[in-house]
């Protein structure tokens, strides 16, 4: 007699997809979609972003009058088309942002786990920077670096880098300050284990989900700022264009052509929703005490 095999268990997607509710399953098909949008701009994107055509500009999108076949979502200023701008923008302010939350999440989670480990001067040292941090606006700063450096890409990542990383200083050090109080560390210690070790094994494990949480607050942030420096004209400089640079340039024309904006303004929504929503269902499964029994 053949013995029944044992049903298989379902892979870690699929309970994660089981879990989800609609909202969060939602957000996960957007950023999934979004992302794919991102990574092949250069291959769906109908025209070059960049194209010009005079005869062309300020065309309204599909459906309304004086349409241009092809422009799906109506012309710029320029006759540039908006859904190729959007394709490529989407492509290079998504990885501004990536670049500069993860720049972040290193610098300011190192830091704070530096401070809340060694404690005494470091840990004074450490906040006070972030004490300083918080209490001059970002953006003057962000203005300040880019007027004295220039406002070069690799400046511009750097700037973006810079934002946050207090928050996520003062989020590490305390944790490490409340995790090196429990008797799980004190036995490490007695066992023999140095900083790094504790670091590593016992420390890092338990600041994922604050992490988490704040990445993804930070890379909604980073979209914003990137936004307000191409407002300004601090940003990526044209032709290039990134979500921000557009709603940017595209305010002069909101009376006549709102189509301009509304386009990059609700790729930033989509982007913006997305994160948050999936940085709340990750925080929810990276902490045990919220995981559902």
Not at 42 to 61: E, I
Not at 228 to 251: D, E, I, K, W
């Given at each position: 007699m053949t013995a029944l095999a044992a049903p298989r268990a379902p892979g870690a997607l699929a309970r994660l997809w089981a879990e989800a509710d609609a909202v969060q399953r939602a957000a996960l098909v957007l950023a999934l979609i979004l992302l794919a949008l991102a990574l092949l701009a250069?291959?769906?994107?109908?025209?070059?972003?960049?194209?010009?055509?005079?005869?062309?500009?300020?065309?309204?999108?599909?459906?309304?009058?004086r349409a241009r076949?092809?422009?799906?979502?109506?012309?710029?200023?320029?006759g540039r088309d908006i859904l190729s701008r959007c394709l490529f923008a989407l492509r290079l302010t998504l990885g501004l942002a990536l670049a500069g939350a993860v720049i972040g999440l290193v610098l300011g989670g190192?830091?704070?786990?530096?401070?809340?480990?060694?404690?005494?001067?470091?840990?004074?040292?450490?906040?006070?920077a972030v004490d300083a941090q918080i209490a001059v606006p970002f953006t003057l700063i962000a203005l300040f670096v880019l007027v004295l450096f220039?406002?070069?890409?690799?400046?511009?990542?750097?700037?973006?880098?810079?934002?946050?990383?207090?928050?996520?200083?003062?989020?590490?050090?305390?944790?490490?300050?409340?995790?090196?109080?429990?008797?799980?560390?004190?036995?490490?210690?007695?066992?023999?284990?140095?900083?790094?070790?504790?670091?590593?094994?016992?420390?890092m494990p338990n600041l994922v989900s604050p992490l988490v949480v704040q990445f993804t607050l930070s890379l909604s942030g980073i979209v914003l700022?990137?936004?307000?420096?191409?407002?300004?004209?601090?940003?990526?400089?044209?032709?290039?264009?990134?979500?921000?640079?557009?709603?940017?340039?595209?305010?002069?024309?909101?009376?006549?052509?709102p189509w301009i904006v509304i386009a990059p303004a609700v790729t930033i929504l989509l982007v913006t929703f997305a994160v948050q929503i999936l940085g709340d269902w990750l925080r929810d499964r990276a902490d045990p005490r919220l995981r559902p029994r």
């Open positions: 250069p291959l769906v994107a109908p025209f070059d972003p960049n194209a010009q055509s005079l005869l062309a500009r300020m065309r309204p999108p599909a459906g309304f009058e076949p092809g422009h799906w979502l109506g012309t710029d200023e320029l190192t830091l704070g786990l530096i401070a809340g480990l060694l404690g005494g001067r470091v840990e004074a040292a450490v906040m006070g220039g406002n070069t890409l690799p400046v511009l990542v750097i700037v973006l880098g810079l934002y946050g990383w207090e928050q996520y200083a003062r989020i590490v050090r305390a944790e490490t300050r409340k995790l090196m109080a429990m008797p799980f560390i004190e036995a490490a210690r007695a066992a023999g284990a140095g900083p790094v070790r504790i670091a590593r094994v016992h420390l700022l990137e936004s307000t420096l191409s407002f300004l004209g601090l940003g990526v400089q044209p032709p290039t264009a990134t979500l921000g640079a557009m709603v940017g340039v595209g305010r002069d024309y909101m009376p006549n052509a």
